[in-house]
């Protein structure tokens, strides 16, 4: 379990990371960027990824704004290379401390050490609680690629299966979030503590002095990409209770088509969906007076 | 030398029977300041100059001829020394055999790499030797291997329809089928208790229960992966392998077999070991391959395995499937048991044990704790294209006490009675008790702990609140009993042509009346060191601090059998004590003569010295004698050789020893996700004279945590081509401190009577009776379900079908 | 480059320079070219935690760090935590509590449980317990592990107040 081999390249700005990827690929190599690594690194020593050359952005701590966490006029920004256990420990106001609270869900401490929050979104796990995250609260990855800079929602991020819409030679500069929701939960099921979800659900409630107006649903693990529920959403507005977190799950689970896999069933994969999406409403109302 | 500084509460001289000062006492272990320093020597900590490393083309196919196995793209790679295949090394198999005619067993022939056809997806094909692990991976890739696939045997039912043949030997995929037992009473137990005995029976009104139990193939996991280094020596003529292994001396003649040498010319020794847990107690090939290398290119290899071929290509464990049945009277005793036992034991038999060993230890033990008057079983070992298996700790008996254990609670349900009262009225309680299958059980405790547990749970309000709350809570019981101490007596009866049992001890004072003690086992984090330090500092009346083991070193030792099957404070601390004392005689008599005394007259002092028994002013340190026996040899008496060297051998008779427990466990099951979460954990053992009692509780909890792995989360499964399911940490579900509970832990004590320091094991107890548990704890908080599971390891979505009365 | 890189090294305090190829991770570059094998490897991919050591104070896999990553940072490991052979109060606790047996995963708990007491010194049992499900032990069933990192923690506290 040794990776195979490749270059090594340490960029020392942005511009210098681009120019690296550009370089590399118009000279035939595979070049691939490194933040923290925790994704790539265990795919690495696998050999199920294979890159020709590494962009070690690390030299790019240096910079400022690459770390820095920062909340403004309703949005929250997060440099690229924002750790995991940065956001855990990071004093955010009640609009984004549904980030913090959900790190714990995030591997494990010396995962969350070095892997950062850009590089979560940009492997784009279906069940990675950032990628949930971004749909929840509307993030925006802002990317600089040669053509310049570019912004992509977090609507427009996943493409499926590993996949998503930052080009190979982007480097991702930083990630917004812009929808402050101080009713917000993440929780999830696995077998192990630590270990990635089977499934996850985030759940976000709009609320008005004690009614719920609307809010967002979102789910990991039930298809190949994480996905935005709106047949549940549709069902948050009203009084909050059990009996609407009920129907809110009802709906999430008969608009979902998740799949057998992983000595996972989908039928499995619902029933945890009902009960993730339950216990995600509960816990996200637990503030409203 | 510093001397040992013990707990407040056991300091002090305390000898009571067979225990002293050191025995009975929590005493700093002496592994630790290396251990905890990072000052260990593991395998992979060991650099030789000159050093190789190698690494092994496996098979990706589970079944197939092999058609051509190319290296020479391999042999061009960076960094690549050199690549052999099956046909450039040319070594001798690996066999392992029974002594049973060939209708009950066929053996296999293992290849160190293989010859003509791969039979798992990991088996290895080819070795590959580098500068580098990265290189050697490297050259790994470049490997072609061209195979006819054949169909893959992947489980019990293709195996036994022998549609396709693993081995040319064995055309139905049986490798052993013993029927052990057939006594006379089986089928009028069954007869009766199914109310068609004869007019009058009296037991007219019980029950028959059956059960098919199974449990889910795992990997023993220590968490350091297997490897060896093998060097030649020129000067001493001879190749030195250091590999973690439980059974260094197995190895080298193992090694020597299929190099085609002298055992003279191969030395196994074995540093510090990270785990085994029985997947170290059987040769592996891959350690054979590395020293036929080293001693071609006369070089150093170093081969290190790793998580992924640990997972997929080392030896795994524990896939069994049983169907058990029972007869009981009306009043709930048992009059009959029947067993059919199908063990899946993968591609080959392992060396030395063969593929028979779960089968038959199963046969041979399945009544437990129970008195079974009447009992029939038929054991099979089946072969499949699946990486083969190795004794794993605790070894058929996780299984067949969960299938007994099982049949005990359905018995209970069938003829309403509670479980525990129904346990009560079958266990062995009068000793020693000579059972159906013909083994003698020397004293233990089984209904005492038994009462114990039931009445810890009953005290702390646990069936109150299961029959109480609206929550999903079941308790679980299992009782046990684990023969320990193996004898060559007890193995000889399983006919194995290799036969473990004996131990052997030499024992050395030096000048400075140090002491520095041997023993043919084989210590990997079961504390030796410290233990058998115990043993010997009580018996000579020294610190403990004075007494170093020495293991693992096959010129050290003159033979041993390593450690596996909880023998090692039982057989090997019987010999280290057994030497102790003819040195401590030695001692005396030398001393005797010196203070110009009668032998009878003199005696140890308890610290360090030896006395005149009717003026005890009259003293010799150790020291003092030691120089003499040493230093000034004239001053010996005439008929006491030089140097102060005593030896030992021990075995233990008859049918061994047997340690018991009863574990009892609540559960609580989530009704979102079919989730188990254990609440409490107790468990009340006896294995006789504790030595250590920390070391005893670390054995059973680390046992129980390995028992609560298999019942909820570990499993290797394979699809229909024979690939395995979990070759990561992400697959295959080793659980962690939030999903292993904490255990309390209560000691009786039965000594045994015929070991010398009146020690029973502790290794695989734990092991043994957590699955069970578990199983009966699920089902009981599933009870109203009417649902009962029988497989492990049990699956939350399976929890959740069962409480959503899905099928 | 592909070809070995001259790197420098900041561990336990002292510096090491090391010619080393970009693909050698953090792990094997203590063990094998710093000597330094107190840092186990069990998994390479990130899962058992018996590499963890501290990369600028943080703990981390060092199978899932390159070593040309940790060039500039603070590196410290298993060897770093005794005096001269005294042991520290939490290599104690785990001797008291028995909280090892084979000794395997155990620098890697070390480093685990120096980093979260670090940080959290206030942390409960059961806060304590799910840190250090971090990591993966075989042999002690982890109840030892965590009394003797409770234990540490408590009297450090102690020392404190």
Request: glycine share 10%; net charge negative.
């Amino acid at each position: 379990m040794k990776p195979a081999a490749f270059t090594y390249h340490r960029a020392h700005d942005v511009a210098d990371a681009v120019a690296l990827l550009t370089d590399l690929a118009a000279a035939g190599e595979d070049p691939k960027v490194i933040a923290g690594g925790q994704s790539l690194m265990p795919m690495m020593n696998f050999r199920l990824a294979r890159p020709t050359a590494l962009v070690d952005l690390g030299p790019l701590r240096r910079v400022p704004s690459m770390t820095a966490i920062s909340e403004r006029d309703g949005t929250l920004t997060l440099g690229a290379l924002v750790t995991h256990h940065a956001v855990e420990t990071a004093t955010l106001s009640p609009d984004w401390a549904v980030l913090s609270r959900t790190m714990r869900w995030v591997g494990h401490r010396p995962i969350r050490s070095r892997g950062t929050v850009a590089g979560s979104l940009v492997h784009g796990d279906a069940t990675a609680e950032w990628c949930l995250l971004a749909l929840l609260l509307d993030a925006v990855v802002v990317a600089e690629g040669p053509a310049g800079r570019r912004e992509i929602p977090a609507g427009e991020l996943f493409h499926g299966f590993y996949a998503t819409a930052v080009d190979p030679d982007e480097v991702v500069v930083e990630v917004r979030f812009t929808r402050p929701s101080p009713h917000a939960a993440l929780t999830e099921f696995a077998r192990r503590h630590g270990d990635f979800a089977i499934v996850d659900a985030a759940v976000a409630l709009d609320v008005e002095g004690s009614a719920v107006r609307g809010g967002r649903v979102v789910l990991g693990g039930v298809a190949p990409a994480p996905v935005r529920v709106p047949e549940a959403e549709a069902a948050l507005a009203g009084e909050a209770g059990d009996d609407r977190w009920a129907a809110v799950a009802d709906a999430a689970v008969a608009a979902i088509d998740p799949p057998d896999d992983g000595g996972t069933t989908a039928a499995y994969r619902r029933r945890l969906t009902r009960t993730l999406v339950t216990d995600a409403c509960r816990e996200a109302a637990g503030g409203i007076p | 030398m510093t001397a040992t500084e013990l707990p407040a509460e056991v300091a002090g001289p305390r000898f009571e029977g067979r225990r002293g000062r050191w025995v009975g006492a929590s005493v700093p272990r002496h592994e630790d300041p290396r251990l905890l320093t990072g000052r260990g020597r593991f395998v992979d900590d060991i650099t030789l100059p000159g050093m190789l490393h190698a690494g092994f083309v496996r098979a990706t196919v589970a079944h197939g001829h092999l058609t051509g196995v190319d290296l020479t793209a391999t042999r061009a790679v960076s960094g690549v020394v050199a690549a052999f295949d099956a046909g450039d090394l040319a070594l001798g198999d690996v066999v392992a055999l029974l002594d049973r005619p060939a209708e009950e067993f066929t053996p296999t022939a293992m290849p160190v790499l293989a010859k003509d056809k791969v039979r798992f997806v990991g088996e290895p094909v080819a070795i590959v030797i580098a500068r580098d692990p990265y290189a050697v991976e490297d050259g790994i890739e470049a490997a072609v291997v061209a195979c006819d696939p054949l169909a893959a045997v992947v489980d019990e039912p293709s195996a036994l329809a022998a549609a396709t043949t693993v081995h040319d030997g064995a055309p139905d995929n049986v490798l052993l089928d013993v029927s052990m037992f057939d006594t006379p009473g089986v089928d009028e137990g069954f007869a009766e208790a199914a109310g068609d005995g004869p007019e009058g029976s009296s037991t007219r009104g019980g029950c028959v229960v059956e059960v098919t139990t199974r449990s889910g193939r795992q990997n023993a996991l220590p968490l350091e992966t297997r490897g060896a280094v093998a060097s030649w020596d020129a000067r001493d003529d001879q190749l030195l392998v250091q590999t973690c292994t439980q059974v260094p001396h197995q190895v080298r003649t193992m090694v020597a077999r299929c190099l085609g040498v002298p055992e003279r010319t191969v030395r196994v020794t074995v540093p510090d070991m990270g785990g085994g847990f029985g997947q170290k107690c059987v040769v592996g090939r891959e350690e054979i391959a590395v020293a036929a290398v080293a001693r071609r290119l006369h070089r150093p290899v170093k081969w290190i395995e790793d998580r992924r071929e640990a997972l997929t290509a080392g030896f795994l464990a524990r896939e069994q499937h049983y169907d058990t049945r029972a007869a009981f009277d009306a009043d709930g005793r048992i009059t009959a048991l029947a067993v059919d036992v199908v063990c899946d034991m993968g591609a080959y038999s392992c060396y030395p044990f063969t593929a028979g060993i779960e089968p038959l230890m199963a046969s041979a033990e399945m009544p437990s704790v129970y008195r079974v008057p009447a009992y029939r079983v038929r054991g099979r070992a089946i072969t499949t294209n699946k990486a083969p298996t190795a004794p794993y700790r605790g070894v058929s008996r996780p299984q067949y006490v969960t299938a007994i254990e099982r049949v005990m609670e359905k018995a209970a349900r069938a003829l309403d009675l509670d479980p525990v009262e129904l346990r009560r009225r079958n266990v062995i309680t009068e000793f020693p008790y000579t059972g159906v299958n013909a083994v003698t059980y020397d004293p233990g405790t089984y209904r005492e702990s038994l009462d114990l547990a039931e009445e810890t749970l009953r005290s702390e309000g646990w069936f109150g609140a299961r029959d109480g709350g609206d929550r999903h809570l079941g308790i679980g019981f299992c009782c046990f009993s684990e023969r320990t101490g193996y004898g060559s007596e007890a193995f000889a009866k399983r006919r194995m042509t290799v036969v473990p049992g004996f131990d052997l001890s030499e024992i050395r004072m030096d000048t400075t009346g140090a002491v520095v003690v041997t023993s043919g086992t084989m210590n990997h984090g079961q504390s030796h060191e410290t233990t058998f330090a115990q043993i010997v500092a009580d018996r000579l009346g020294i610190d403990v601090a004075r007494v170093k083991l020495r293991q693992g070193d096959t010129e050290r030792i003159a033979y041993g059998w390593g450690t596996f099957a909880s023998r090692s404070v039982t057989i090997g601390g019987s010999a280290v004590a057994l030497a102790s004392e003819r040195l401590g005689e030695l001692l005396c008599r030398i001393a005797a003569h010196l203070l110009e005394t009668r032998p009878e007259n003199v005696a140890m002092d308890g610290s360090g010295g030896v006395i005149v028994v009717d003026d005890p002013a009259r003293r010799l340190s150790y020291e003092d004698i030691a120089d003499v026996a040493y230093l000034r040899s004239h001053l010996l008496p005439k008929d006491v050789e030089p140097t102060l060297t005593a030896t030992a051998s021990f075995d233990v008779p008859g049918d061994g020893t047997f340690s018991n427990a009863t574990h009892a466990v609540v559960v609580e099951v989530d009704p979102g996700t079919g989730q188990v979460r254990i609440l409490r954990y107790v468990c009340v053992e006896d294995c006789g004279v504790v030595i250590h009692p920390q070391v005893v509780d670390g054995q059973c909890r680390g046992g129980i945590a390995q028992g609560i792995a298999g019942a909820l989360f570990e499993e290797v499964t394979y699809d229909e081509h024979g690939e395995p399911s979990a070759a990561s940490f992400i697959d295959y579900l080793v659980p962690t401190a939030t999903e292993i509970p904490d255990v309390s832990i209560t000691h009786l004590e039965t000594p045994c009577a015929f070991t010398e320091n009146g020690a029973k094991g502790a290794g695989e107890g734990g092991t043994i009776g957590a699955p069970a548990a578990v199983l009966n704890a699920v089902n009981d908080a599933l009870r109203h379900t009417g649902v009962e599971l029988d497989t492990t390891p049990i699956h939350p979505a399976t929890v959740l079908d069962a409480l959503e009365g899905t099928p | 480059m592909n070809d070995p890189h001259l790197l420098t090294l900041h561990v336990n305090g002292t510096e090491h320079e090391v010619v080393v190829e970009p693909r050698r991770t953090l792990a094997d570059v203590l063990r094998h070219d710093l000597h330094l094998t107190g840092t186990h490897v069990g998994c390479e991919h990130g899962v058992c935690g018996a590499c963890t050591a501290h990369l600028d104070h943080a703990p981390v896999r060092a199978c899932l760090v390159f070593a040309v990553q940790a060039e500039g940072a603070d590196v410290r490991t298993v060897e770093s935590l005794d005096h001269d052979g005294e042991l520290s109060d939490l290599q104690q606790a785990f001797t008291d509590h028995h909280a090892l047996q084979c000794g395997f995963c155990t620098p890697g708990f070390l480093m685990l449980a120096e980093g979260v007491l670090a940080e959290s010194p206030d942390a409960s049992r059961e806060e304590l317990r799910e840190a250090l499900s971090a990591n993966l032990c075989r042999c002690t069933g982890y109840q030892t592990i965590v009394d003797a990192v409770c234990a540490t923690a408590a009297s450090r506290r102690e020392k404190i107040s």
